[in-house]
């Protein structure tokens, strides 16, 4: 999976994030769906990445995959939600994209140690 998979994954995760991130993670009744419904689609695009708010949350992430940082994107995604719903619904993409960035580090060392032995 190459990171543009992982953007396009979370550009069809962020409408989600946005309405889980109301729902507390016991879940609520359909009230709670309706008006997480109702309010995420009213929700104005945040200009500060260093915000809490979930639009916050979605820029810096939206940054850190555009830079090719695909850990620091799962940290900051996964403490962005952490406490809503919406923590359930992005763990497996997290839990994907550190595997993604432990595979390139290992795969980055190996090149270095082949360059450094084919030099002697």
Known sequence: M???????QFTTL???LRHYSLIP???GGILTHTIAHVASSL?????????DGIESVISRVERLLAEGK???AAESLEKGVSGSK???IVGNWVI???NRAIAEQALS???SYATAISLT
């Open 25 to 27: 993670p016991g879940g």
């Open 2 to 8: 190459s990171n543009v998979c992982f953007v396009m």
């Open 96 to 98: 994907q994209a550190r």
């Open 86 to 88: 919406a923590e359930e």
């Open 43 to 51: 929700k104005v695009k945040e200009d500060d990445p260093s915000g």
């Open 14 to 16: 962020k409408d989600t």
């Open 70 to 72: 695909l850990a620091e």
């Open 109 to 111: 060392v190996l090149q």
